[in-house]
């Protein structure tokens, strides 16, 4: 069984406006979110803004990276180090916190991310 879900695109930012293997915030509507240019790999993630370890606005100046055998995409806190993936949320430091991600796209230079 598939669940349809309804996503509302919005328009972030230009793809020249996030540097390359770096990130930026938007703000839409209350929340901050992160989007990251993961140009070593080819891929665009976003995330919220907040990194829930000590409740700062800080994930999208975090430094993104791959961790693991699967290499799995990540960005680590610049403040404390705390570590989440990127496609799930779960935090890889081994707390028990978890972050929202957010699905991406671009399209003709722009970039889009999905409100659920």
Not at 15 to 24: I, K, L, R, Y
Not at 50 to 79: D, N, T
Request: aromatic share 10%; proline share 4%; with cysteine.
């Amino acid at each position: 069984m598939e669940i349809a879900i309804d996503i509302d695109w919005a328009l972030a930012c230009y793809a020249d406006d996030v540097p390359e293997n770096g990130g930026v915030c938007m703000k839409h509507g209350n929340e901050q979110i992160a989007i990251y240019n993961f140009s070593r790999r080819g891929e665009w993630y976003a995330t919220q803004n907040l990194c829930p370890h000590k409740q700062q606005m800080s994930l999208s100046r975090g430094m993104i990276g791959s961790v693991g055998e699967l290499c799995e995409p990540k960005v680590a806190c610049p403040f404390h180090k705390k570590t989440f993936s990127l496609l799930s949320g779960e935090c890889l430091s081994g707390d028990d916190y978890k972050i929202k991600t957010y699905p991406v796209k671009v399209i003709d230079g722009r970039v889009y991310v999905g409100i659920v």
